[in-house]
């Protein structure tokens, strides 16, 4: 029987219902839930991240939400698994158990994985020249990390400058993919670990998990998304930042300027939140520990939530996990 603490997961695609029944299995296990989402860590991002309002965290405590400016400059992967580390040790010294619940792959990963984040440090000269590249040329960088890194560029979006940049600076840094710096994020060494990662993922047949997709931006849009956007450029916050990268934000910034049409802008939306749910799918496909659960099996998500329980459950007694 393996010794470590289990560490509970709960990832999956956007739309895919990972809040509702992570909320349900927090309450069932006396668990405080931390976020693994790239958009739902800086402030004033809410509608668009999904957010859970206090309404629907049902007084379940959620940390990493809400942390970061929208400008700030350097959350990085290794910023959140620092965070991360610390909500997991501090939760599981108040004898309450951790779920860990998001669809950021890199996220995951930095907890799921044994990776090394003292690698190539940044050289200011390497991202200044592929800087000045992509604003000669825009989707040059991309087009050359497909060249030198194909998993990178595959994973990452051809407007994620700052990642792709990143991606290119390791690379002429070390001669190695980003992927394989440090023992990271395909190396599994589950000794290097401080728990045993448990991971229940999240399924749908693919015309399912569109549709709801489809069903959640305009939900989104009535929610008042577009008046979220509105205020945060009220603020000075501009598409460049990685915060307003983020999907239905960096869409509906010409629509607050009057660029652009909204319903141009919400088919954009629709189509780039299904293009990132795919990405999503092949990440977290290549994990082999990962149990699947397919929603349509179950009538609601408390029933879902019935066999997850179990799944975590029976490895919290170190029985065999994944599959």
């Given at each position: 029987?393996?010794?470590?603490?289990?560490?509970?997961?709960?990832?999956?695609?956007?739309?895919?219902?990972?809040?509702?029944?992570?909320?349900?299995?927090?309450?069932?296990?006396?668990?405080?839930?931390?976020?693994?989402?790239?958009?739902?860590?800086?402030?004033?991002?809410?509608?668009g991240s999904a957010k859970p309002?206090?309404?629907?965290?049902?007084?379940?405590?959620?940390?990493?939400?809400?942390?970061?400016?929208?400008?700030?400059?350097?959350?990085?992967?290794?910023?959140?698994?620092?965070?991360a580390e610390a909500c997991?040790?501090?939760?599981?010294?108040?004898?309450?158990?951790?779920?860990?619940?998001?669809?950021?792959?890199?996220?995951?990963?930095?907890?799921?994985?044994?990776?090394?984040?003292?690698?190539?440090?940044?050289?200011?000269?390497?991202?200044?020249?592929?800087?000045?590249?992509?604003?000669?040329?825009?989707?040059?960088?991309?087009?050359?990390?497909?060249?030198?890194?194909?998993?990178?560029?595959?994973?990452?979006?051809?407007?994620?400058?700052?990642?792709?940049?990143?991606?290119?600076?390791?690379?002429?840094?070390?001669?190695?993919?980003?992927?394989?710096?440090?023992?990271?994020?395909?190396?599994?060494?589950?000794?290097?670990?401080?728990?045993?990662?448990?991971?229940?993922?999240?399924?749908?047949?693919?015309?399912?998990?569109?549709?709801?997709?489809?069903?959640?931006?305009?939900?989104?849009?009535?929610?008042?998304?577009?008046?979220?956007?509105?205020?945060?450029?009220?603020?000075?916050?501009?598409?460049?930042?990685?915060?307003?990268?983020?999907?239905?934000?960096?869409?509906?910034?010409?629509?607050?300027?009057?660029?652009?049409?909204?319903?141009?802008?919400?088919?954009?939306?629709?189509?780039?939140?299904?293009?990132?749910?795919?990405?999503?799918?092949?990440?977290?496909?290549?994990?082999?520990?990962?149990?699947?659960?397919?929603?349509?099996?179950?009538?609601?998500?408390?029933?879902?939530?019935?066999?997850?329980?179990?799944?975590?459950?029976?490895?919290?007694?170190?029985?065999?996990?994944?599959?």
């Amino acid at each position: 029987m393996n010794s470590k603490k289990p560490l509970f997961f709960i990832i999956g695609p956007t739309a895919s219902g990972k809040t509702s029944v992570s909320i349900e299995l927090a309450k069932r296990m006396n668990a405080e839930i931390v976020s693994a989402d790239s958009i739902q860590v800086y402030k004033g991002l809410d509608i668009g991240s999904a957010k859970p309002t206090e309404e629907e965290r049902k007084g379940i405590v959620h940390h990493l939400m809400g942390i970061a400016e929208p400008d700030e400059p350097k959350f990085s992967v290794a910023r959140f698994h620092e965070l991360a580390e610390a909500c997991i040790v501090d939760i599981h010294r108040r004898e309450k158990q951790a779920l860990v619940v998001g669809g950021t792959g890199l996220y995951v990963n930095s907890l799921t994985y044994p990776l090394d984040f003292t690698g190539a440090a940044a050289n200011d000269a390497i991202r200044e020249k592929y800087a000045v590249l992509e604003e000669q040329s825009p989707g040059a960088a991309h087009a050359l990390l497909q060249k030198v890194d194909p998993a990178s560029a595959q994973r990452l979006h051809p407007n994620d400058k700052k990642r792709v940049i990143r991606a290119l600076e390791v690379f002429e840094l070390t001669g190695k993919p980003i992927s394989e710096n440090g023992p990271g994020f395909t190396a599994l060494d589950e000794d290097k670990l401080p728990y045993r990662p448990c991971i229940a993922g999240l399924t749908m047949p693919r015309e399912l998990l569109y549709h709801r997709i489809e069903l959640r931006v305009d939900m989104m849009i009535a929610q008042g998304l577009v008046e979220e956007v509105e205020k945060l450029v009220s603020k000075g916050y501009t598409v460049d930042l990685p915060s307003m990268q983020g999907l239905g934000y960096k869409e509906l910034i010409p629509v607050v300027k009057g660029e652009k049409r909204l319903s141009d802008a919400v088919e954009d939306i629709k189509r780039e939140t299904r293009r990132f749910a795919k990405r999503q799918i092949t990440w977290f496909k290549r994990d082999q520990r990962i149990r699947w659960f397919d929603i349509t099996h179950y009538a609601d998500p408390t029933l879902l939530a019935d066999d997850i329980e179990l799944y975590f459950r029976s490895a919290q007694k170190g029985e065999s996990y994944g599959g």
